[in-house]
C-alpha cells in the first residue's frame, strides 16, 4: 500500500527562440504534464498556436500515410534521427513517388476488379457446362437471360410463378440442385423482378458471350492469367519502391506525428516578445532529471517551482509485477494525489476472497490454464480458435483485449488460492480425493492427517459455522481497516473532526460485533447482569457520539450500514457453499454414490446422457465459479471497504511523452559527443 507519488506544480520559462527545442526535450524527458497557464500568470502572457507550422506538418502527415499505408511492408531498419523541425520536413518532401504510387495503386484496382469480373464468368461458365451450345444464343436484342442453381423446391416454385410470363423460357438440368437458366423477355423483367423477390432466389444475368462453353472456358482463362501476370508485376513494382522508401516512410511518418503533438501542446504556452512560459506537474522523484536535462541540453530555460496550486494529477506507483492491479481502482474511481493508493490491498485481498469463493482444486486448475489461453491469445493475436465468433463478438464489446489480460492475471493468483481452499476441503470438481493419500501418509509417515481427506467439511454443522464465524471475522477486520485508513486519510488532509467520525464508527462497529457475538454464545447481553456486555453497549453510545461530533447528526441514518458491510462478508461463505452443493448435485445425478449409482451405470443411453449432465452441469458451475467470486470479491472491497477511505474524483497523470519505434529521440542527438 502506498500513497500516489509526491506532485510539484512547475514552470518552465526560456528564450522563445529555443522553444522548439526545449519542447523537444520535455517530450523526451516525459515527465511533465502540460496545464494551462495559472490565473496568476494568464493575463500578463500571451497565447497563440503555430498554425503555419501546423498546416505543413498536417499535409506532410497526411501524405506520407497515405504513401505507407499503398506499399508493401518491410522491415524499418535502423532507426533514424532528426535534429530538427526543418529536418523532418526536408526529408518528407524528398519522397517524391506520390504520381509513380498512385498510378501502380490505380493499376491494381482496376486488374483486381478485372480478375473478381473474369472469376465469376469463368464460374458461370463453367457451370454452364451442361448446355453444350454456342452461348451467343443467350444474347439477344428483345430478352434476357439468367442463370441460378437453385434447390429442388425453389425450381418447383420457380417453374409455377414463369406460368405467369407466357413469353419466358426454362432450361434445367439436374436433380437437386438444380441448374436453371431462364430466359424473359424485356418487357417482362419488371414481373419477373417481383418473382425472384418474392421467393428470395439468387439468379445472375448471363453477359453476352460467343462460343461454346468449353472454347469461352479456355478464353477466359487465358485473359485470367494475362490479367494476374500484370497485377504481379504492378506486386513487383511496389515492391520495389517499398524496398527503398518504407523504412523512410516509417520514420518520417513517426517523427511527423510527434511534431504535430509538439505543435498541439503550444495552445499551452504563453509568450512575451522574446521568452515562452509553459506550466505543468511533474513527480517531485522526476524534478531533478528534468532539471537536470534542461541545464544540460538548453542555454536559457530553467525550472520555477508554483507553490499554492491545488488538485495535482495522481501518479500510482506500485511494484511492476502487481501494477496492472492498478486498472481496477481506476475501474472505481481515479485516486485523488492526497489520498491513499489502495492498489496493494486489491492485489493482496482480491485473489484470497477469490480462492475463498471458488474453494475447489479442479475448477480453479482450469481456470488457471484458461487465463495461461487468454493472456497467449492477447500477446499473440491472430490465428485460428475453437471460440464461436458471436462469443468473441460479445467478449469484445465488454472488455477490451488488453482489460481481458489484466483479469486472467488476476484469476490465476485467485486460483492459486482456490488450489489451496480446495485441498482443506476436499474438493475436486465435488468429488473427493484426499482420502488415498491421507492414508498413505498416515501409514508410512504417520502424519495424523484426517481419514476423511478431509480439514473443514463446509456442509457439516461444525463447518458451517466455523465459516459463518470466519467470514464475519473477514469483514469485522476489513471494515475495521477501511476505517482506519480513513483516520489516515483524513490526517494528511488535515480533516480532524472526520479522525473523530471514522474512531466513533470504529467504536460502533466493535460495539456491535461484540454484542452481536455474545449473543450467538448464548450469553447475557443485560448491563446489571453481564458489565463487559454493558461495556460493549456503552462502546456503541460512545461511538454514536463520536460520529455526531465528527460528522453531524445526519450521519446516524448510516448506522445500519456498518452492520449491513459486516455482514455481508458472510457472502465469502454463501458462493462457497452454492459452488460445492450444485457440484455435489451433478456428481451424484451422473456419477451417483456408494448407495445409489448415477446415471452411467444404467445402460448406455443413460451412461450418455449421465456424461453429458458432467460436462455441461460442471462447465456451468465453472462459468458462475469466475463470475461470481470475481464480481463480488471486487464487491466486498469496492463497496464494503473503499467506501471507508477512497473518496475518488482525482484525475490520471498523462506526461507529455510518447513512444518511438522508428526514430532516435532528439535529446539523443542534442547530446554532445564524446
Do not use: C
Not at 141 to 151: E, I, K, Q
Not at 155 to 171: F, V
Not at 255 to 283: H, M
Not at 316 to 332: D, T
Amino acid at each position: 500500500m502506498l500513497k500516489p507519488a509526491a506532485m510539484q506544480r512547475i514552470a518552465v520559462v526560456g528564450s522563445k527562440d529555443e522553444r522548439q527545442r526545449v519542447v523537444s526535450i520535455l517530450y523526451d524527458i516525459g515527465v511533465l504534464q502540460i496545464e494551462p497557464l495559472s490565473k496568476s500568470a494568464a493575463p500578463l502572457l500571451k497565447t497563440g498556436a503555430d498554425s503555419l507550422n501546423s498546416k505543413e506538418v498536417s499535409e506532410e502527415l497526411l501524405r506520407v500515410r497515405s504513401l505507407r499505408a499503398a506499399l508493401p511492408y518491410r522491415p524499418a531498419g535502423a532507426r533514424k534521427g532528426f535534429a530538427s523541425f526543418q529536418e523532418v520536413l526536408i526529408a518528407a518532401r524528398s519522397v517524391e513517388i506520390d504520381g509513380q504510387v498512385s498510378r501502380l495503386k490505380q493499376d491494381e484496382e482496376k486488374l483486381r476488379l478485372q480478375l473478381d469480373d473474369l472469376n465469376n464468368r469463368i464460374d458461370l461458365v463453367t457451370k454452364l457446362g451442361f448446355i453444350g451450345e454456342d452461348l451467343s444464343i443467350f444474347d439477344l436484342a428483345s430478352a434476357s437471360s439468367f442463370f441460378g442453381v437453385l434447390p429442388v423446391e425453389a425450381h418447383q416454385e420457380l417453374t409455377k410463378s414463369l406460368a405467369s410470363i407466357p413469353e419466358a423460357m426454362a432450361y434445367s438440368s439436374g436433380t437437386d440442385p438444380v441448374s436453371v437458366v431462364v430466359v424473359v423477355p424485356n418487357e417482362a423483367l419488371e414481373r419477373f423482378g417481383s418473382i425472384i423477390q418474392r421467393g428470395d432466389l439468387r439468379l445472375q444475368r448471363i453477359p453476352p458471350m460467343k462460343g461454346r462453353p468449353a472454347e469461352v472456358l479456355s478464353a477466359l482463362q487465358a485473359e485470367k492469367r494475362e490479367a494476374e501476370g500484370r497485377l504481379e508485376a504492378v506486386y513487383r513494382e511496389l515492391g520495389e519502391i517499398s524496398e527503398r522508401y518504407y523504412g523512410v516512410l516509417s520514420s518520417v511518418e513517426e517523427q511527423l506525428s510527434i511534431e504535430a503533438r509538439k505543435l498541439e501542446v503550444v495552445n499551452n504556452f504563453g509568450f512575451t516578445d522574446s521568452s515562452f512560459v509553459v506550466e505543468g506537474w511533474v513527480p517531485v522523484n522526476k524534478l531533478g532529471s528534468l532539471e537536470g536535462a534542461l541545464t544540460r541540453l538548453s542555454k536559457t530555460a530553467t525550472v520555477f517551482r508554483i507553490e499554492g496550486e491545488d488538485s495535482p494529477p495522481t501518479l500510482l506507483e506500485n511494484p511492476k509485477r502487481l501494477k496492472f492491479f492498478e486498472s481496477f481502482i481506476r475501474f472505481y474511481s481515479v485516486t485523488r494525489s492526497n489520498e491513499l493508493d489502495p492498489s496493494m490491498i486489491f492485489a493482496v485481498v482480491f485473489p484470497i476472497f477469490f480462492g475463498l469463493m471458488l474453494g475447489d482444486v479442479g475448477y480453479a486448475v482450469l481456470i488457471i490454464f484458461i487465463s495461461i489461453w487468454i493472456i497467449r491469445r492477447v500477446d499473440h493475436p491472430g490465428g485460428r480458435t475453437v471460440i464461436p465468433r458471436a462469443l468473441r463478438s460479445f467478449a469484445g464489446r465488454i472488455l477490451k483485449p488488453i482489460q481481458f489480460r489484466k483479469l486472467a492475471r488476476a484469476m490465476i493468483l485467485g486460483s492459486v488460492i482456490g488450489i489451496i481452499v480446495g485441498f482443506l476441503l476436499n474438493e475436486y470438481f465435488g468429488f473427493h480425493e484426499n482420502q488415498q493419500l491421507f492414508a498413505y501418509l498416515n501409514t508410512n509417515l504417520h502424519a495424523g492427517l484426517p481419514a476423511d481427506g478431509t480439514f473443514l467439511d463446509p456442509l457439516s454443522t461444525k463447518g458451517l459455522k466455523t465459516l459463518l464465524l470466519y467470514s464475519g471475522y473477514a469483514g469485522l477486520f476489513m471494515v475495521s481497516f477501511g476505517l482506519v485508513l480513513g483516520m489516515l486519510n483524513a490526517y494528511w488532509m488535515k480533516e480532524r473532526k472526520h479522525i473523530v467520525g471514522k474512531i466513533g464508527w470504529l467504536a460502533v462497529a466493535w460495539g456491535i460485533s461484540l454484542v452481536g457475538l455474545t449473543l450467538l454464545r448464548h450469553g447475557n447481553v443485560n448491563p446489571s447482569a453481564n458489565p463487559i456486555a454493558g461495556g460493549y453497549i456503552g462502546l456503541v453510545v460512545i461511538g454514536v457520539g463520536l460520529i455526531i461530533y465528527g460528522e453531524g447528526v445526519l450521519a446516524i441514518i448510516e448506522l445500519p450500514s456498518i452492520v449491513s458491510h459486516i455482514i455481508s462478508f458472510t457472502r465469502l461463505l454463501g458462493i462457497l457453499l452454492a459452488s460445492v452443493v450444485l457440484a455435489l448435485v451433478i456428481d451424484n445425478q451422473a456419477v451417483g454414490t456408494t448407495q445409489v449409482p448415477g446415471l452411467v451405470y444404467g445402460g448406455i443411453g443413460f451412461a450418455v446422457a449421465g456424461v453429458v449432465l458432467l460436462v455441461v452441469g460442471h462447465v456451468f458451475n465453472l462459468v458462475l465459479g469466475i463470475l461470481e467470486p470475481g464480481i463480488q470479491g471486487a464487491r466486498l472491497l469496492y463497496v464494503e471497504t473503499f467506501s471507508k477511505f477512497l473518496h475518488g474524483g482525482g484525475r490520471p497523470f498523462l506526461p507529455f511523452k510518447g513512444s518511438r519505434t522508428h526514430t532516435l529521440t532528439e535529446t539523443e542527438l542534442m547530446e554532445p559527443r564524446t
